[in-house]
């Protein structure tokens, strides 16, 4: 098997909820070395939760976990440990501030090995 060593390969998620801004992120990730990507669609459980039909509990809560967001986007990608501060810092200069509602989340993971990565 052509499996490689983990190399400080790190595995970086950003869920995305305004999407509007998807391009420019993807390009200035291109600006800073950042060439390959994958990208999702998803739904968070909150919005999932709100297309229920009324009940007695989703009608109460309702007003409280819809967001003018249909969808997010999900971004994956395999980064060296190295690049994860400038990844960090694309997002926040092109999405703002994570903690602001309704913006996004960030995270990364270590990996044990990469496979079909180049």
Same mark, same amino acid.
């Given at each position: 098997?052509?499996?490689?060593? *983990?190399? *400080? =390969? /790190? ?5 995305? #909820?305004?999407? &509007?801004? $998807?391009?420019? $992120?993807l390009l200035e990730f291109? #600006? ?8 999702? #669609?998803?739904? +968070? ?11 007695? /509990? ?6 409280? /976990? ?14 060296? &440990?190295?690049?994860? &501060?400038?990844?960090? =810092? %694309?997002? *926040? ?10 913006? +996004? %989340?960030?995270?990364? $993971? ?9």
């Amino acid at each position: 098997m052509s499996e490689k060593k *983990n190399d *400080n =390969k /790190i595995l970086v998620i950003m869920i995305l #909820n305004k999407t &509007e801004l $998807l391009d420019e $992120l993807l390009l200035e990730f291109t #600006n800073v070395g950042i060439d390959s990507a994958t990208v999702l #669609n998803s739904v +968070g459980m909150a919005q999932q939760l709100s297309s229920l039909e009324d009940t007695r /509990i989703i009608s109460t809560i309702r007003p409280f /976990i819809t967001s003018d967001h249909s969808e997010n986007k999900m971004i994956f990608t395999i980064v060296d &440990e190295s690049q994860v &501060e400038t990844i960090r =810092k %694309v997002v *926040n200069d092109v999405i703002g501030d994570l903690s602001n509602p309704d913006t +996004g %989340v960030l995270f990364a $993971l270590p990996t044990l090995f990469t496979e079909g990565f180049h």
